[in-house]
């Protein structure tokens, strides 16, 4: 083999094969474990680090997909297991403060007759 090939082959391995073995790592550890808190290092910006950024993205989604199914879930079951209507908004509110981040919130309930 030429120098040249040599390096050229070196080269390939480090920035093409390698970082996608590592992908198709992750890819398997998420596959089996069912965990999404594996991250891939971006460290460049050519298609392999385009796919990693996409990986990324795609794990932050199914994070956020996996909140709201557990939350919807919960309030289901907070609705559906109370027969009172402070105790199931109160668990309303705890979901959805919860989900989206927020500190504290409220429920007003208002009589449109009034």
Known sequence: MTPMAMMVTIWNERSIT???????????????TGKLDHMIEVDVKDEVGHLASAFNRMIGSLRKANRVM?????????????????????????????????????????????
């Open 18 to 32: 390698r970082p996608i073995l590592r992908l198709v790592e992750i890819t398997q550890a998420i596959a089996k």
């Open 70 to 114: 557990r939350v919807q879930r919960d309030i289901g079951f907070a609705l559906g297991s109370s027969r009172d209507l402070t105790e199931s908004l109160n668990s309303v509110l705890e979901n959805v403060l919860f989900l989206e981040g927020i500190n504290c919130g409220g429920i007003f309930l208002v009589d449109r007759n009034a």
